[in-house]
C-alpha cells in the first residue's frame, strides 16, 4: 500500500496539453507564417514609405496620428488572432475524432489519464495555449516593426519623437490581452460545440458542426422568426471585439470590461460551453475506435 | 489486502450490443501470480470481456478488477493495469522520444530507465517517428514502454498478430523472462494458442459469449488424453465416449475429457493433447472430422 504513495509526482494535464502541440504542429506553425508574411509587408512599406507618411501624419490631430501610425500593428495583430481562431476551430473539430481514426484512443486510454484530463487540456488549447502563442507572437512582431521603424526614421534625420510620442507602447499589450481573454471567452461555447461534435460524429465532422446552426437559421427564418436567431448566431462568430470594447466619442476602441462582464449573452455562452464541455467528458468515456 | 482481493472477479458479466449478446453472464475469478490464456473464435466475445476489464466499455453485472470499477475508476486503475490492444495503437506521429517523455510524464510507475533498457537491446531510435518504424518494431517499442511500468496487471489482445515468428519468439520471451514474476498478473487473448501453450498458468475458452472450459494447466493435463488407435480397436475407444475424434493416416485420435489413461492405455497409445486439439474439440463439441480424412 505505501509504495504507491512514494512513486513519482506526475503532472497529466501538463503532459497532456504538451502532447496536443507535438501531433498539431501548426497550432503555432500558422500563426507564426501568417505574422512572418504579414510582417514582411509591414516592413516593406516602412522601408519605403515611412519617411514621407510620418510628414503627413505631423499635419493631422493627434488622435489621427495615433490611429494611422499603429495601423500596421493592428493589421499584425488582427491577422494572427483570425488564423489562431480559426486553426482553434479546425484543431476542435479533430480533437476527438483523429484519435478514434486511428485507433491510437486505446493507448491513451492504457494510461493514468481521466477523460476529464483529456478533455479539458484540449479545451483549453483554443481557449488558453492559442491566445498566449498569439500574443508572445504578436508582441514580438510589433517589437520588430517599432525597431525598423526607429532605423527608417532615424536614417532620414528625422526626429523619433512623433513615432515614439504617439505610438500607444503602454495600452497596445493590454489592449491586446484584454482583446484576447474576449476573444476566448466569446467563443467558448463555439470551441466546445466543436469538440464536442468531434467527440460525437463518427464521420463528417465538418458536416455536423456546421449544418445544425444553417438548418436552425433556416427553420426559424421559414416560420418567420428569422431576424433573432441569426443576430445570435452572427455576433457569436464575429462580434467578439463589438461586445468586449467600446467606441469613444473621438472614435478610439476602448476595452469595456464592466460592459463584456455584465452583458449575459458572455455568461449564458460560458454556461453553454460548461455544458457541452461535461457532455464531451461523458461522451470520451464511452468512446472506441471508430 | 492484495493477497486476497482477487485481480478480476466478474459475476454475471454481461455485455449486450444493439441485437446481439457479446458476453453472456461470465463468472470469472483470476487470482495473482496467473498467466491466463483467453481464446476463442472470431466474435466469441474475448475482446468485448477484456474491454470491459479495461474501463473501456459499459456492462451488466457486477465486476471488480484489483477491487475497483473499472468503468467508473479507469484513469486510477491504469496505475496497476497495463493493456496492449489488437492492433499497433501507438500514435504515428509520436517519436519514441515524446512516447518515452509522455508516459513519464503521466504514469507514476513507469521507469524510463528500464525502458531504455528494453530499447537498448533493438534497433529502434530515439528520434524515429512511430510511423517510420516496422510493425514488429512498433511491438518491441510498446511492450519497452509496458515492461517498465510496475503493473499488477497486464493485459494482451492478440498482441503478435502480424508479427513474424522471430518477433512472436521474442516478444513472449522478453514477457516471461524480463516482466513476469509472482506478483503480476498476466491475460493474453490469442488465436495462437499453442505458441503461448507453454507459458500459461491457466485456460479459459470462450464461445458465444460464454466460458465453456476453463481450467488450470496443470488440470487440464490430468483431465484430457489423446489416444490414437489403429482400426480394430476404433469401435473399443469410441466406447469410453471420447469428445472428439480425428483421423489421419490411417490411425484415428480420440479425444477423451475424465477418462482413466490407464484404461486408454490397452488399445493404444496416450499422450496429453495440444490445447488447440481441445479448443476445436470443446468448441465444436461433437466428433468431426478435422484434418485429411480416411
Redesign the interface.
Known sequence: ?NS?TT??????L???V??EL??HRSLYMAPLIVAAVTLIGVLISVLTSMSKSLAKVAALDPVQQMSQLSAPYSALALMVLITSVLVGCFYCLDALHG?RR??????W???????T?TVLAKAGIPMMVLPLIAFVIITMMQLVTVFVSTLVVLTHGISVTTLWSKLPFMQMPVGLFYFLVVTALWYAPVYAWLLFISAWAKRGTFVWAVVPPLALIAFVATIGGGSAVTSVIKSRLIGAAEQGFSISSRGEMLPDPVKFLSNPQVWMGLLIAAGLLFATIRLR??R??L | ?SLTTPVVAARGLTKTFKKHIAVNGIDLNIESGRIVGLVGPNGAGKTTAL?SI?????YEGELKVLGRDPWTE??????DV????D?????????VS?AL???E??????NRAQAEGFLAKTTIKRSSKVAELSKGMVTQLHLALVMAIDAKLLVLDEPTLGLDILFQKQFYESLIHDYYDKDRTIIVATHHIDEIAHVLTDVIFVDGGKIVLSCSTDDFESHFFELSVHGEDIAAARAFGPIHERHTFGRSVFLFRNADPEQLATLGEVRTPSLSDVFVAVITNQPIEVKGTA
Not at chain 2, 54 to 58: D, I, Q, S, V
Not at chain 2, 105 to 110: A, C, I, N, S, Y
Open positions: 500500500m504507491a512513486h513519482r509526482p506526475v503532472r497529466p501538463y503532459w497532456s504538451r502532447r507535438w501531433e484519435e486511428d485507433r491510437s484512443i486505446l493507448f486510454k492504457s494510461l493514468p489519464v481521466s477523460d484530463t468515456r464511452r472506441e475506435p | 489486502m474491454s479495461l474501463g473501456l466499455t459499459p479507469r484513469d486510477v486503475l491504469m496505475r497495463c493493456f496492449i490492444a492492433v499497433a495503437v501507438l500514435p504515428r506521429w509520436m517519436r515524446q517523455d509522455y508516459v510524464g503521466v504514469h507514476p510507475r513507469f
